[in-house]
């Protein structure tokens, strides 16, 4: 097994999709098939969810006149601001938990796949879980 699999007790199995440090540190995971899924999901399928979790991380990060006013703000108010509103990125990481929610309800759930939200992990990698009870 690759170093980005493992077997867990209930024999199900565990698959890591690494961060992609190739255009710099910004949160952004590698978009590749892992062997594992060959026969459970399509391949194009998997690989736009991580192109899609990408770009709310990718909108999480950019800079706007919006997320420059906001931090002006936050600034001017002695951080104040946020304990009364959350900030652009918050935002961004929570429509990405809500979008990786929906894809395991409607696409991965259904192929005994579960994708956990890489927040869960401290932004390292996204887990993906493959069950033995739908092969």
Do not use: W
Not at 40 to 56: A, M, S, T, V
Not at 73 to 78: E, F, K, N, S, Y
Not at 117 to 131: A, S, W
């Amino acid at each position: 097994m690759e170093d980005t699999t493992r077997l867990t007790n209930d024999h199900s199995i565990k698959l890591f999709i690494q961060r992609d440090y190739s255009e710099g540190t910004a949160v952004k995971f590698q978009e590749r098939f892992p062997a594992e899924l060959e026969g459970r999901i399509d391949r194009q399928e998997f690989i736009e969810i991580l192109r899609d979790i990408n770009r709310f991380f990718a909108d999480a990060e950019a800079l706007s006149c919006t997320t420059f006013m906001e931090n002006c703000c936050t600034c001017l108010t002695g951080y104040l601001l946020l304990l009364c509103m959350p900030t652009h990125y918050e935002k961004c990481v929570k429509r990405a938990a809500k979008y990786i929610d929906e894809k395991n309800e409607s696409v991965l759930n259904p192929h005994g796949i579960f994708m956990v939200d890489p927040m869960e992990k401290g932004l390292r990698c996204i887990e993906v879980c493959i069950t033995n009870a739908h092969r």
